[in-house]
């Protein structure tokens, strides 16, 4: 499993702190620093086959925060700038808000996701070029290797909305997923999509089969989803913000996760703390599976 962590909190000259990348091995429970950086680093993604790690990087230019999507060989310890992605400025986290990268399942594509620009949505090829035009909305993630799930920001008097782009041809078309949800996780056949309804007195989780078109709402009090493999969903439980307390509408973890059959709803309590990758609520957590 990798994540990342502050090494320097923030001063003058680096504003948004220096951050690091480490491994851990969960048997070993012993984290590895894989890439030390001078500035924030936010989203990230290991190539399929562990090869490459792609991430968004948080730095400063001419006094204006900027985002530079760059990818690191561990390997050959070299890192190459795939491209800028302009200015990137947020005063809070809402619910909607997510940085985050992720490859297609071969790796040939890239989607990027940075709710603090405009536009928000990338879809790239490796060399950073755009298969499909960039648009607004937030939580992509792939469905196939050219079909994106993601929920499209409010435009002309229309509400937000989930959709289903191929990048290839560029045509899009609706799903039923409700508009007001937030956290989408996709098994790994493609076919169902976990979230939660994001209440700020405490979530729900439910699932939504694609192919059938229909919602179910599997547990009352967890939410922000992980497919940790087949039939296997973990979550966090939550609670209200408590009173006197700004949570910017969100709701509160409570530090217990339970794994969720997404078939029953049945829970069984886990040892793992929780499944949002804080303090960085845009992320997303990237769990390896080995060969």
Same mark, same amino acid.
């Given at each position: 499993?990798?994540?990342?962590? $502050? ?9 948004? *702190?220096?951050? %690091? #990348? =480490?491994? &851990? !091995? ?79 399942? $071969? ?9 603090? *620009?405009?536009? %928000? #949505? =990338?879809? &790239? !090829? ?95 009090? =967890? ?69």
């Amino acid at each position: 499993m990798s994540f990342v962590d $502050r090494r320097e909190d923030p001063d003058a000259t680096h504003p948004f *702190g220096q951050d %690091s #990348l =480490y491994e &851990i !091995d969960v048997r070993a429970n012993r984290p590895t620093e894989v890439l030390r950086l001078q500035s924030e680093l936010r989203g990230h993604s290991w190539s399929p086959g562990g090869k490459r790690l792609l991430y968004q990087v948080h730095t400063v230019s001419a006094g204006v925060a900027v985002m530079a999507l760059c990818l690191f060989d561990p390997v050959q310890r070299t890192v190459q700038m795939i491209r800028k992605l302009g200015v990137s400025s947020c005063t809070f986290a809402s619910q909607g808000d997510e940085q985050s990268v992720a490859w297609s399942a $071969r790796g040939t594509s890239i989607i990027v996701v940075d709710t603090c *620009g405009s536009p %928000s #949505l =990338y879809f &790239i !090829d490796r060399a950073g070029r755009d298969l499909a035009k960039p648009r607004s909305g937030t939580f992509a993630r792939w469905l196939t290797e050219s079909k994106v799930l993601f929920r499209m920001s409010q435009e002309r008097q229309r509400p937000a909305r989930w959709v289903i782009l191929d990048v290839t041809s560029g045509r899009s078309s609706s799903t039923r997923i409700p508009a007001g949800t937030f956290r989408p996780t996709i098994s790994q056949d493609g076919r169902l999509v976990a979230f939660d309804d994001g209440n700020e007195s405490g979530p729900s989780l439910y699932v939504h089969d694609l192919s059938r078109g229909m919602t179910r709402r599997l547990a009352t009090g =967890y939410g922000a989803p992980v497919w940790l493999g087949p039939g296997f969903l973990a979550a966090t439980k939550g609670g209200a913000c408590p009173a006197g307390t700004e949570c910017n509408g969100w709701w509160v973890p409570l530090s217990q996760t339970a794994a969720v059959d997404p078939d029953t709803g049945g829970l069984r309590r886990l040892s793992l703390q929780t499944t949002i990758p804080q303090p960085r609520l845009f992320s997303v957590i990237q769990v390896f599976f080995p060969n």
